[in-house]
């Protein structure tokens, strides 16, 4: 049995020598394997290594504040609009939301859609005085909007006191933070956010379409704001459009005078304010040097209600309990 087994082991590794046509196919499969062998190799060194340390997002609790200053007035597209800033609002970290209202107190509709939002936020409310508000067929440019607003909003920043729902306490002293102003129908990206957060003093970058030009922004050089580049009015001391800047909290708060002025000419509000602050030069320019735009002075067109007023008169309108 042994001798019958050695001879048939024999004549076994005899034919494995000899050249057969299944040699290619083996010879593939070899080369397949030494080339997997390589790979879990490498695979297991890569194991081997340290992971790389992962970047590490800091804690929410180390960012400085963003306070978000909102004006708003009751309009057809009011809740449209406001759902959509506070859904962008809701994907920054670290974020006060203050929604000020022209409207003598808080309204359901915006109270409800603060209460829904899951954002930290102050409700505030001022009525524009009757000599500020725009008159019916006046176009909507020659009385600058929101004015009283922005302004409630400065006062309970510095002083706290009149906030009509949600988060009642100012900013402790010594709270880091930033002030930017966002009109609830402008279109902001995310990423806005995070190049204004670590602002000194006032940061600036461009906005697009404004101003009759696809964007107007700060021109820099070798990282300083050395000009504008706007069509209109040029000379202003800061032809900033209100969505192109932020400032930072110590530094309003150590202004307590700097704030909008209603009575200030057209397109010189931004200036009101800023020419307390800052001196052109030491804008901080952000968004890759004023390179990227990351907010747009979006227009939300006014709905037609001519079918709407037809079913009134007909007594079946739309059923008013119904929130739009
Ligand atoms: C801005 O410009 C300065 C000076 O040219 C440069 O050092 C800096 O890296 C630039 N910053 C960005 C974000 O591109």
Same mark, same amino acid.
């Given at each position: $049995? ?7 082991? &024999? ?5 494995? %020598? ?7 196919? &083996? ?42 200053? =909102?004006?708003? $007035? ?32 808080? =309204? ?9 939002? %899951?954002?930290?936020?102050? /409700? ?52 880091? %933070? ?8 402008? =279109? ?62 110590? &530094? ?5 005078? +700097? ?7 057209? %397109? /010189? ?7 307390? &602050? ?9 968004? +890759? ?36």
């Amino acid at each position: $049995y042994f001798l019958v087994s050695i001879a048939g082991l &024999l004549y076994a590794l005899v034919q494995l %020598g000899q050249p057969c046509d299944c040699l290619p196919p &083996l010879r593939a499969a070899a080369e397949q394997l030494r080339q997997k062998d390589l790979r879990i190799s490498q695979l297991q060194a890569d194991l081997r290594r340290p992971p790389p340390v992962p970047a590490q997002p800091p804690e929410p609790e180390a960012l400085p504040t963003i306070y978000v200053v =909102t004006p708003t $007035y009751a309009r057809l597209v009011q809740k449209a609009e406001l759902v959509r800033l506070s859904q962008t609002l809701s994907l920054v970290p670290r974020l006060h939301w203050l929604l000020v209202e022209d409207a003598e107190g808080p =309204t359901p509709l915006v109270s409800g859609l603060l209460a829904a939002s %899951g954002l930290l936020f102050t /409700h505030l409310a001022v009525l524009t005085p009757k000599a500020q508000r725009l008159r019916e067929g006046e176009p909507g440019w020659v009385r600058p909007r929101g004015v009283e607003q922005r302004n409630r909003a400065l006062d309970w920043l510095r002083s706290g006191g009149g906030a009509v729902g949600g988060e009642k306490n100012p900013p402790p002293a010594g709270t880091r %933070g930033v002030v930017y102003f966002a009109d609830d129908d402008n =279109t902001y990206s995310r990423e806005l956010f995070e190049e204004m957060r670590w602002t000194r003093g006032v940061s600036v970058w461009p906005v697009g379409l404004v101003g009759g030009l696809r964007f107007e922004g700060p021109r820099v050089q070798d990282g300083r704001v050395v000009g504008f580049h706007t069509a209109w009015e040029p000379n202003r001391p800061f032809p900033l459009d209100m969505a192109g800047f932020a400032v930072a909290l110590p &530094l309003l708060l150590a202004k307590p005078n +700097a704030q909008f002025d209603a009575t200030a000419p057209r %397109g /010189h509000l931004e200036s009101s304010l800023l020419s307390h &602050l800052v001196d052109p030069k030491d804008l901080e320019p952000r968004a +890759a040097n004023c390179t990227r735009v990351l907010v747009w002075h979006t227009r939300t067109e006014k709905p037609k209600m001519k079918q709407e007023e037809q079913l009134q008169r007909q007594g079946r309108g739309s059923d008013p309990a119904v929130e739009v």
